[in-house]
């Protein structure tokens, strides 16, 4: 079965300040993966994803996720971070990659707290 | 262009009660999937509806049904109403030509059983 671990519950970064999320996965092939980000009382808003070709992909609000197969890792990244990025981001995995019949399997979140 | 719509926004109701939470999907969407997410947790697939029929289904109880109906728009039933059914439900619509990555979520039932 899949499965998403997102080893962080909570990082405190000050504003302008780099950031990493980490997410490891488990999936018996290859993953098609997702970073959402959540708001308090939003829905998830999908910041990127990655499913084959080049391992560095962009995303919107200037973050990028690098996929590494041999550490089974989808890690987040932002170069400098603004106080409106506070929020809530999930990992994601989703199984028939190839259909829209899969379903999600989320991590439990890193709540992200930025500091002026 | 509307996004996903979901009602209520909010709801309050008492154990043992029935729930009927709804989703209209992102126009040009055809598939309905349906997420429970608990307070300090991430979302958890309940099922997901296509051509009116449930395709895939999460480990969850049969209290959980849904349906979806010829306009593509979905609810989600909850009977016998547990405590732990607290959560924030969403609803995400994609499309069968779009594959794994056009999912779009709506923003959610916030659901409190008392």
């Known amino acids: 079965a899949q499965s998403v671990t997102q080893p962080d519950i909570h990082i405190t970064v000050s504003e302008g300040a780099s950031l990493e999320l980490r997410c490891n996965y488990s999936?018996?092939?290859?993953?098609?993966l997702f970073w959402y980000v959540q708001s308090p009382g939003q829905g998830l808003q999908l910041l990127l994803k990655y499913f084959s070709g080049d391992t560095l992909v962009q995303g919107i609000k200037g973050f990028e996720a690098e996929f590494k197969r041999s550490q089974s890792s989808f890690n987040l990244r932002k170069p400098s971070v603004h106080w409106s990025d506070a929020a809530e981001y999930f990992c994601a995995v989703v199984d028939l990659p190839n259909t829209n019949a899969g379903k999600s399997t989320f991590g439990d979140g890193t709540t992200l707290t930025v500091k002026p | 262009d509307a996004g996903v719509t979901q009602s209520p926004t909010h709801l309050i109701k008492t154990r043992g009660q029935q729930v009927t939470l709804r989703c209209s999907p992102k126009s040009g969407h055809d598939t309905v999937s349906w997420y429970q997410q608990a307070l300090g947790q991430g979302p958890q697939f309940i099922f997901q509806y296509y051509e009116e029929e449930e395709r895939q289904r999460g480990n969850f109880p049969d209290r959980f049904s849904g349906h979806q109906f010829p306009n593509y728009s979905s609810e989600l039933n909850v009977n016998a109403l547990l405590l732990g059914d607290s959560a924030l439900y969403l609803c995400?619509?994609?499309?069968?030509?779009?594959?794994?990555?056009?999912?779009?979520f709506g923003s959610g039932t916030r659901l409190t059983v008392v």
């Open positions: 995400a619509s994609s499309s069968t030509g779009q594959g794994a990555g056009g999912y779009t």
């Open positions: 999936y018996g092939a290859t993953p098609y």
